[in-house]
């Protein structure tokens, strides 16, 4: 009797290890919340271009994560992205002129939209739209400017080389 | 030629009837199974025997695969420059594919060779005879709470093995070769995600049907001599083992 009862907290005890491994997994290495996630308050932007921005990117100022977006949706109208983030609760007190870029994280990292603080006296509610936007920056775009830029210089030299 | 032809259609015909009568032998398990969970304490003493004592063989191969797994991946990722992204690419690699199979592939050679060597000894032995003789069924009472121990085991070790695996990344990425704690969890974090999770205890349930379901049907069927035990006992792992590995294929590429 003794020893099935042992056996029995043997037992109990490495069920309760798998469950709180499984614990572990879900809320250490996953960034979804689990039930609470109605929480804060949801700001949207529009942008140029979102070039590679997801669901679920942080929302940062000053390299601190205020929050992350939640929502992508294409504005038909004028052709640009509708980007909606929820900030956490705690960050209450962003000026209402602050302005939003998206930026990457590393030279081939996930993208984020990092806010800059503006001088405002009031501060960013619920529903909100931050006015100043800047597009994400595309690299092949980059690239080809530099490439024209490039032919453009070379080709003025090459005006200039024979008088 | 004729007698190569008919030596192959035979074996295949046997390679069919084996897969039958597992199949069948699964039925007739699944078929008991309300009534055995109304006596919880047979089944919990498997549960400790698959489980509970393969805990230590489970932790120290899921440390020790986290570990190489962080160490190859920075000496990789640190010739592009990108070493944060370790966390998340160990991550996914442990719970998708390494944490169940590598699992499945220990807990055949652990608990699936116990299963089967034991109720293999008891068939060599009379014990499962001399039930029956006294009206009891030795599928119900032997081969039924050791098959749903292992089914119940097998998605805990593989959750603590995907833990420790992780932990094991943890210790060489971060404290031994130093990357950016911070961003090695954000990285692992912004990458895995609840689906990852859900594929790699799918995995592991599915796993656990099929290694347990192949050991108690081994041992259930040996022959019944020495021999025939120690053959039902190999034969446990190795077609746990070519299992695993193929309903591994078929998952991924199903839930991929």
């Known amino acids: 009797m003794q020893q099935t009862r042992a056996i029995e907290i043997g037992t109990g005890l490495f069920v309760l290890f798998g469950i709180a491994s499984l614990l572990f997994m879900v809320t250490q290495i996953t960034a979804e919340r689990v039930g609470v996630q109605r929480v804060g308050y949801v700001l949207t932007a529009e942008f140029e271009n979102i070039g590679g921005l997801k669901v679920g990117a942080p929302v940062s100022m000053a390299g601190v994560t205020l929050g992350r977006v939640i929502k992508i949706e294409f504005n038909s109208k004028d052709y640009r992205a509708l980007v909606e983030m929820r900030i956490d609760p705690q960050f209450d007190k962003i000026p209402n002129d602050s302005d939003a870029a998206i930026f990457t994280q590393g030279l081939l990292g996930n993208q984020y939209i990092g806010m800059t603080a503006g001088g405002s006296e009031t501060f960013y509610k619920d529903g909100d739209r931050i006015e100043l936007t800047q597009s994400a920056l595309v690299l092949e775009n980059l690239i080809s400017k530099f490439l024209v830029n490039f032919a453009e210089g070379k080709s003025r030299s090459a005006e200039e080389a024979p008088k | ?256």
């Open chain 2, 1 to 256: 030629m004729i007698t190569l032809l008919r030596e192959l259609w035979r074996s295949t015909r046997e390679a069919l009837v084996q897969l039958g009568r597992v199949f069948l032998f699964f039925l007739q398990l699944l078929a008991f199974t309300p009534a055995a969970l109304m006596r919880m304490r047979l089944i919990v003493h498997q549960i400790f025997n698959a489980g509970a004592l393969s805990l230590v063989i489970i932790m120290t191969c899921g440390l020790f695969v986290g570990m190489v797994l962080g160490l190859l991946g920075y000496d990789l990722l640190s010739r592009v420059g990108s070493e944060e992204v370790l966390g998340a690419g160990a991550a996914l690699a442990l719970t998708k594919q390494l944490g169940p199979v590598m699992t499945a592939l220990l807990f055949a050679g652990r608990a699936g060779t116990a299963l089967a060597s034991e109720i293999g000894l008891m068939r060599a032995t009379d014990q499962l005879s001399a039930m029956q003789m006294m009206a009891v069924d030795p599928v119900r009472r032997v081969v039924l709470p050791r098959f749903l121990g292992g089914v119940v085991a097998m998605p805990c070790l593989t959750a603590i093995f995907i833990s420790i695996g992780i932990f094991g990344v943890q210790l060489v990425g971060i404290q031994q070769v130093g990357i950016d704690s911070g961003s090695f969890w954000s990285q692992m974090r912004s990458a895995v995600e609840l689906d990852d999770i859900r594929e790699g205890m799918v995995k592991g349930c599915v796993f656990g049907v099929a290694c347990s379901l192949i050991a108690v049907y081994e041992g259930y069927n040996s022959l019944p001599t020495a021999e025939g035990v120690g053959r039902a006992t190999t034969r446990t792992v190795v077609i746990s083992s070519v299992a695993t590995l193929l309903l591994n294929f078929m998952l991924t590429a199903f839930m991929l």
